[in-house]
């Protein structure tokens, strides 16, 4: 589902991502791109204490293949919608 994003970022080197969460799933996951290509997340952890901040990121880290210090949360800490910046 990430596909073009992954393309993107394999591209230019870093990429900003919007992301909807939402925290206490079963699993993690993205269930769906939105139209303004806002990638919803289901985290697999409470929204407590960074929790699911830190899920986000270690998901995120795996899936673009990234080191978890290369991720950021530009905006959105205490919110389900997210600036996220990857970068190599």
Do not use: C
């Amino acid at each position: 589902m990430l596909l073009n994003m992954k393309k993107e970022f394999q591209k230019n080197g870093e990429i900003y991502l919007r992301v909807k969460v939402r925290p206490s799933a079963a699993v993690t996951a993205v269930k769906d791109i939105m139209e303004d290509e806002t990638v919803k997340i289901d985290i697999a952890a409470k929204p407590e204490k960074g929790k699911a901040n830190a899920e986000l990121i270690k998901f995120l880290a795996r899936e673009f293949a990234a080191d978890k210090d290369n991720i950021k949360i530009i905006s959105g800490a205490g919110e389900r919608i997210k600036l996220i910046k990857i970068k190599k």
